[in-house]
């Protein structure tokens, strides 16, 4: 069971970049289908570990490399398609967010001391994770339900999807953005705690 927790973890970073290719080839269903894949290993992986206790250092390592990598790199390609101002902000500063938090991990690493992420099933990393992923997901099945509207097409479905997904996404990506900030000022606080018991 451990390997295959860690093979979905590594199926997210395979995907990551999968994903560069397909966006970049103009395949917006499979596109949407390995995000959601991905998405969704991200939740079983971890109902997994913590069901058959088969975590590990490595398992934590990949998982955590995984989901940054499928929603930056999702995040970027994002921006690229769609050059705004109210996608590309957002996106922006959650990306410096995960540098951010990284920097401090870094740092801290350096003097031997841990920075753990928190293990609460609702901290708010794991709530602006979700809501990354579901924005995310809203845009991409945007793309492919565009995609496939023909000249003939009339349905009113159809129509409805193409009309709401985009403003779900773009209030996720902000509501995501949120959620970073609040993240990001718990992890300084952390932060600072630690950096007081440095000699």
Same mark, same amino acid.
């Given at each position: 069971?451990?390997? +295959?927790?860690? +093979? @979905?973890?590594? &199926? ?19 596109? &949407? ?15 997994? *570990? /913590? ?17 940054? @990598? ?8 994002? %921006? ?15 990306? !410096?967010?995960? @540098?951010?938090?990284?920097? =401090? ?16 099933? +609702? ?17 991409? =099945? ?7 509207? !023909?000249?003939? !097409?009339?349905? /009113?479905?159809? +129509?409805?999807?193409?009309?709401? @997904?985009?403003?779900? %996404? ?8 949120? *959620?970073?900030?609040?993240? *990001? !000022? ?14």
């Amino acid at each position: 069971m451990k390997a +295959f927790v860690n +093979f @979905l973890s590594a &199926f997210r970073i395979a995907a990551a970049f999968i994903i560069i290719f397909t966006i970049m080839a103009n395949w917006p269903v499979l596109t &949407f289908v390995l995000f959601a894949l991905g998405a969704m290993s991200d939740w079983f992986d971890g109902y997994l *570990a /913590r069901k058959y206790n088969c975590c590990s250092k490595l398992g934590g390592v990949l998982d955590h490399i995984g989901d940054k @990598l499928l929603v930056c790199n999702t995040l970027i390609m994002l %921006a690229l398609m769609g050059p705004v101002w109210y996608i590309v902000i957002p996106v922006v500063f959650m990306i !410096t967010r995960e @540098l951010y938090i990284s920097g =401090l991990r870094e740092f801290l690493g350096t003097q031997k001391i841990e920075m753990p992420v928190p293990k609460a099933r +609702f901290s708010m990393g794991k709530i602006k994770t979700t809501i990354q992923m579901i924005a995310i997901a809203a845009f991409l =099945l945007w793309f492919a339900v565009f995609a496939s509207v !023909t000249p003939g !097409t009339n349905s /009113r479905i159809v +129509f409805y999807l193409i009309y709401i @997904l985009p403003k779900i %996404a773009v209030f996720g990506l902000w509501l995501a953005l949120i *959620a970073s900030i609040w993240s *990001a !000022t718990q992890y300084t606080k952390t932060f600072m705690e630690k950096l007081k018991k440095i000699k």
